[in-house]
């Protein structure tokens, strides 16, 4: 079995041994066997939340809507509304009491007409609110009963499953994760199951490098955009490499790095110009591996075949958390990046001292050569306006 949006290298190559592409990590089994058995019970309590949450989302979504209907005086919003619940069979009866007076206020200009509307919008308003604070109280106190689930079932969202060890799991009480895993696949199915470690390890993912956008502000005020992203996956490993300018305050580098910096910059003809603040072409990287899964040490990220890396970042194996990194590019590796040389993450054993490769995950190369190009430009010709625009010099808004 076999699932591939492009084809993914894997690699088990050092000198005298030969490429076992087929053979997944030896430690992958029971790394996805105890994901499998704990994801059970956690899936479960997921979905027991979301069912909790799922008509409060939509009562308040509704009670919203009507809110602004009630804001905007909309007439319209009356054949709507449900007149077998209390609150919006009061409303109803606002909107028709508002519409009368409104009537009467055109005839007879009296303000205690205007007050007495304003006294009646007031009260249905708080009405309201009070309704909407209470469906906010419910989903808090299911949530914060449930607070510490996010990080515990992290590594279940989206995650392939192993259908026997799940099964197994399901020995202890029903779910809709053992419903799916018993019953047969289904486009409508919420989880993903193979039969084997094996067949997981042929889930295979590739997508091309995304187009990168101008540098604006996010939802939190974070700066967002001037990016692209690979992005790759093999069973439940998922590797991103996301290409970006890596923006510095100056106060908080040595001369040493600035010039570094700068030198980064004038090789590749890069312009930028901000008071307090520097950049450097960058990679950002990570990868879905808390744990070892084929006594690697470390894991290398790198232009080039594994037996003759040009390596680009490092970073050490089994810290039980996600493989996260960034790292400032040199000139050579942004301009290899642009040429749309492949980058690969590459799992390293150090058996007495002699580096080995333990397997591979290779990103496709589709549209990367053209994102870094655009995104190389968006660098030199407009980042330093959008960034201005933004963030202006220190002591100013």
Known sequence: ?????????????????????????????????????????????????????????????????????????????????????????????????????????????????????????????????????????????????????PTQSGPCDGAILIRPAVLAACQSGPGRVCEEAAAAPSDSSRYRFVESVENLWEVQELRPWTAPSALRAGAAGQLDGARTLGYARIGNVVLTVAFSPLLRDRADLTPEEIQRYQATSDALGLKFAHPDLVFVPALGVRASLPTALDGEARYILHFGEPDAPDVVWSGTASTGRPLEGTVPLSAQHVQKLGAGQPIMLTAIRDLAGAPEAAFAIELTNVNQAQAAQALLRYMSNQLSTDLAALVGPRGQP
């Open 1 to 149: 079995m076999r699932y591939a949006l492009f084809g993914i290298a894997l690699f088990t190559i050092c000198p005298g041994i030969s490429a076992q592409t087929d053979l997944p990590p030896t430690g992958l089994s029971a790394v996805e066997l105890a994901r499998s058995a704990t994801c059970v019970p956690l899936l479960i309590r997921v979905d027991a939340l979301d069912d909790l949450l799922a008509p409060l989302a939509t009562r308040s979504r509704r009670l919203i809507s009507i809110n602004d209907a009630i804001a905007l005086e909309d007439q319209n919003a009356v054949g709507a509304l449900d007149v077998s619940d209390p609150l919006e069979a009061r409303v109803r009866e606002w909107f028709l009491a508002d519409a009368e007076l409104a009537r009467r206020f055109v005839t007879e200009q009296d303000p205690a007409i205007t007050a007495e509307r304003a006294l009646a919008r007031s009260a249905v308003k708080a009405a309201m609110a009070a309704a909407i604070t209470e469906i906010q109280t419910q989903a808090d106190a299911h949530l914060s009963a449930n607070q510490d689930l």
